[in-house]
């Protein structure tokens, strides 16, 4: 089983430019989440997907972000325009249905963003 | 709202070792607490989960309530265990919030 796939790995860009980060979710999982780890501080939820809707968003920290999962299965993230303070690490998470409880969250490798 | 502490941030021990992982939480309901595990050059994994009850690689992790802890525990450590641990809370809704992670170092 192909586990959750990040792109890309790394993005370095300079302040104001626009990056679009990418998820691949495990096939069949309905429950998709982005969190961020910015320097220094705690890994913290920005959204929550189910299938293809924002089941909650309480995370996002400014209207620079914006989230999509078209179709319910892959999802973007995309930040524009970028400033310093984006810099980060950006992890990706999937689980199974959002009908059964207590399912784990799987995790990708995180895409690094580097704001200059 | 919820909220996690791990209080070191770095833990050195000899191998062999008992090592142990403090984790405190609050909330007010009652939670879901888990361990992840980040090794060197591999993303974050669940390592255990309270409901389960397990031991997962020598490592246990009891909740106590009162205390409002989920600390991590290993009898005998072994250089493998040399990673990033975070302790997580699942309140109601399935968001995680994260401890601030202890870097644990065993050393030969």
């Known amino acids: 089983e192909a586990g959750v796939t990040q792109f890309p790995s790394h993005s370095v860009i300079e302040k104001g430019q626009t990056v679009t980060l990418r998820c691949d979710p495990i096939s069949g999982h309905d429950n998709l989440y982005w969190y961020r780890r910015v320097m220094g501080k705690e890994i913290k939820f920005l959204l929550h997907?189910?299938?293809?809707?924002?089941?909650?968003e309480s995370g996002m920290p400014n209207n620079r972000f914006l989230a999509e999962r078209t179709g319910g299965t892959y999802s973007t993230l995309k930040v524009q325009p970028a400033e310093l303070e984006d810099s980060g690490v950006y992890f990706c998470?999937?689980?199974?249905?959002?009908?059964?409880?207590?399912?784990?969250?799987?995790f990708g490798d995180g895409t690094r963003l580097s704001i200059l | 709202a919820q909220r996690v502490t791990q209080p070191e941030k770095l833990l050195s021990v000899f191998k062999g070792a008992p090592v142990e992982l403090k984790c405190n939480y609050s909330y007010s309901g009652s939670p879901e607490l888990f361990w992840y595990v980040q090794y060197s050059r591999q993303r974050l994994q669940l390592l255990l989960r309270h409901i389960s009850r397990e031991s997962i690689k020598g490592f246990t992790a009891d909740l106590n309530k009162g205390e409002t802890s989920f600390h991590l525990k290993k009898p005998f450590a072994q250089e493998e265990d040399s990673a990033m641990y975070y302790c997580?809370?699942?309140?109601?809704?399935?968001?995680?919030?994260f401890g601030g992670g202890t870097r644990v170092l065993v050393k030969p």
């Open positions: 997907f189910v299938k293809e809707s924002k089941q909650d």
């Open positions: 997580a809370l699942r309140a109601a809704g399935n968001k995680l919030t």
């Open positions: 998470a999937s689980s199974q249905d959002y009908r059964a409880v207590n399912q784990p969250q799987h």
